[in-house]
């Protein structure tokens, strides 16, 4: 079956601190990866994604990079903010599961 | 509004009574999805469907639970003899098309507390 293991939290780093959240994944078939972004108050969004191997998913300065030979999908990004404060979950589906199979889930917070 | 609604965003039962929460996806999005998120953990797949038919419907845990999507568009998950760990966020998500690579636009959820 489908499964993701992602890093566990909380995540306590200092504005301009550089962020990894690193993500592995389980797949039968060939996934689509994902990170999900739960701030507070609100419900889950798209942060940005990946269809296959070697592409680069980025938004809002974040970047993840879809790696099939390390099955991994690890979240990066340069200089986190006080506004990237939240809860961010990787996922994944496949043509077969089209549902999205999630990590448990990594607590950032950002200090100013 | 143009996203995913949910109502009611709480909702406080006792054990053994029966609810039901209903889902508004984004027009004219032909999947739909529930969810159901515990505290402190992802969200886990409870039933998927594609246009008015369950496609799959294997996260249901058990026959207490049930939903329907009768013209293809609103969803209602239904409840049977709620039991306490039943208590949760349970979450709908529609996407364009349930191909897997679409993404999937979610709600804010209903927190369903069972005294």
């Known amino acids: 079956g489908n499964s993701v293991t992602q890093m566990e939290g909380p995540v306590t780093l200092s504005e301009e601190a550089f962020l990894t959240i690193n993500c592995t994944y389980t797949?039968?078939?060939?996934?689509?990866l994902f990170w999900y972004v739960q701030y507070p108050g609100e419900g889950l969004q798209l942060l940005l994604k990946?269809?296959?191997?070697?592409d680069k998913g980025s938004n809002k300065g974040f970047e993840a990079t879809y790696r099939k030979e390390t099955t991994s999908f690890h979240l990066e990004k340069g200089s986190v903010q006080v506004s990237d404060s939240a809860v961010y979950f990787c996922?994944?589906?496949?043509?077969?599961?089209?549902?999205?199979?999630f990590g448990s889930g990594t607590q950032l917070t950002v200090l100013p | 509004g143009a996203g995913v609604s949910q109502t009611p965003s709480n909702k406080v039962t006792e054990k053994g009574k029966y609810v039901e929460l209903r889902c508004d996806p984004i027009s004219g999005h032909t999947a739909l999805y529930w969810y159901r998120q515990s505290l402190g953990q992802g969200p886990e797949f409870l039933i998927y469907f594609q246009g008015t038919g369950a496609a799959d419907d294997s996260g249901l845990p058990n026959d207490r639970f049930f939903a329907v999507r009768p013209e293809g568009s609103v969803s209602t998950l239904k409840i049977q003899r709620t039991e306490r760990g039943d208590s949760a966020v349970y979450l709908c998500?529609?996407?364009?098309?349930?191909?897997?690579?679409?993404?999937?636009?979610f709600g804010p959820g209903t927190r369903l507390t069972v005294l």
């Open positions: 996922a994944l589906s496949t043509g077969s599961a089209r549902q999205l199979t």
């Open positions: 990946a269809t296959k191997a070697d």
């Open positions: 998500a529609s996407s364009l098309a349930g191909d897997g690579r679409n993404e999937q636009f």
């Open positions: 797949a039968t078939g060939y996934p689509s």
